[in-house]
């Protein structure tokens, strides 16, 4: 049984397990695509209307680069609420969206996967798992 990809340790969310190696490969190729979904509570008021939530969404949405040289970037970067974000990638590296957030002034209180693929995480409780269903497509 082999994990497919990791969680930061302040981090919650949908773990994929798997005993097919093709799916595996699939699942932890940095070139593979494959969409993953997170909820972002983080520190602040992100009032849509404000120029300057506006510009730090902006700049999260267009990709960051850290003082070591390291890109980080979103496929897309939505507002949900007051102090809430979805945030979309197709890669993921260490503290991804962790260091793209610090890199705006946001300090990530959350963050939960909540979708890998076309697995959703929906209402199952922390620490409970179930079985892949046919329509759960990856």
């Not at 302040?10 to 190729?29: E, R, W």
Request: overall charge positive; glycine content about 10%.
């Amino acid at each position: 049984m082999a994990v497919c990809g990791r969680l930061d340790v302040n981090s919650t969310g949908l773990l994929l397990f798997t005993q097919d190696g093709t799916v595996a490969k699939k699942l932890l190729d940095p070139k593979g695509g494959i969409e993953k979904e997170y909820l972002v509570r983080v520190d602040l008021n992100l009032d849509p209307l404000t120029d300057k939530i506006r510009r730090k969404v902006e700049v999260l949405r267009a990709g960051v680069t850290s003082d070591e040289g390291i890109t980080y970037r979103a496929k897309s970067v939505e507002i949900l609420n007051a102090n809430q974000l979805r945030v979309i990638l197709t890669e993921g590296k260490n503290r991804h969206i962790r260091r793209m957030c610090e890199h705006v002034g946001l300090r990530v209180m959350a963050l939960k996967r909540v979708r890998i693929g076309g697995v959703k995480l929906g209402s199952l409780p922390v620490g409970q798992w179930r079985y892949l269903q046919p329509n759960d497509k990856i």
